[in-house]
T-cell receptor, first 112, second 120 residues
Framework: AQSVTQLGSHVSVSEGALVLLRCNYSSSVPPYLFWYVQYPNQGLQLLLKYTSAATLVKGINDFEAEFKKSETSFHLTKPSAHMSDAAEYFCAVTVGDDKIIFGKGTRLHILP | GAVVSQHPSWVICKSGTSVKIECRSLDFQATTMFWYRQFPKQSLMLMATSNEGSKATYEQGVEKDKFLINHASLTLSTLTVTSAHPEDSSFYIC????????????????FGPGTRLTVT
């Protein structure tokens, strides 16, 4: 069965520092993988997605993620954190024909 | 493009009453819509999947008689919480998918802003 695990429910980085949010997946078939961001009391916004093309995926706001099949990982990175990046981040994996399931989320805190 | 709206954005109702939440795709036709529930500081849990013109498919553990879903058109789905109780208080989020390759294919879902339901 497909599943997704996000390591670290809270991550704190200083403004300008590297952001690294970890996501590992389990899937019996080649997966599609997603990273979403959620600001307080709002819906989800797609940051980027992996759909079996390039393994290094670039998204909005300078975020990127690399699909590593050998490690079953899809970690999200950003070279330089900005205060506006403070939010909840969800990794997601496809399940079945059209559904996706979400990880438990990682709250990113940006320290001034 | 690909905007999904929800109405209302928040609602407070008394225990025992029913509440309807609307989800609309504003600039595309949504062949599939999804309803999620999110408790504070938790992840999204899929409640049901609905396809236009057919009955919704509910996830295990979701009471279909309590959470009525209607996907009447390619741009509108509604979730009705019947006989609401305080434990139904939550953040309800819908998403929509067109299934078209130009819009990300089957798996790309566009999310609404959510509806905060508080049952007193």
């Amino acid at each position: 069965a497909q599943s997704v695990t996000q390591l670290g429910s809270h991550v704190s980085v200083s403004e300008g520092a590297l952001v690294l949010l970890r996501c590992n997946y389990s899937s019996s078939v080649p997966p599609y993988l997603f990273w979403y961001v959620q600001y307080p009391n709002q819906g989800l916004q797609l940051l980027l997605k992996y759909t079996s093309a390039a393994t290094l995926v670039k998204g909005i706001n300078d975020f990127e993620a690399e699909f590593k099949k050998s490690e079953t990982s899809f970690h999200l990175t950003k070279p330089s954190a900005h205060m506006s990046d403070a939010a909840e981040y969800f990794c997601a994996v496809t399940v079945g024909d059209d559904k996706i399931i979400f990880g438990k989320g990682t709250r990113l805190h940006i320290l001034p | 493009g690909a905007v999904v709206s929800q109405h209302p954005s928040w609602v407070i109702c008394k225990s025992g009453t029913s509440v309807k939440i609307e989800c609309r795709s504003l600039d595309f036709q949504a062949t599939t819509m999804f309803w999620y529930r999110q408790f504070p500081k938790q992840s999204l849990m899929l409640m049901a999947t609905s396809n236009e013109g057919s009955k919704a498919t509910y996830e295990q553990g979701v009471e279909k008689d309590k959470f009525l879903i209607n996907h009447a058109s390619l741009t509108l789905s509604t979730l009705t919480v019947t006989s609401a109780h305080p434990e139904d208080s939550s953040f309800y989020i819908c998403s929509a998918s067109s299934g078209l390759e130009g819009m990300g294919g089957l798996y790309e879902q566009y999310f609404g802003p959510g509806t905060r339901l508080t049952v007193t």
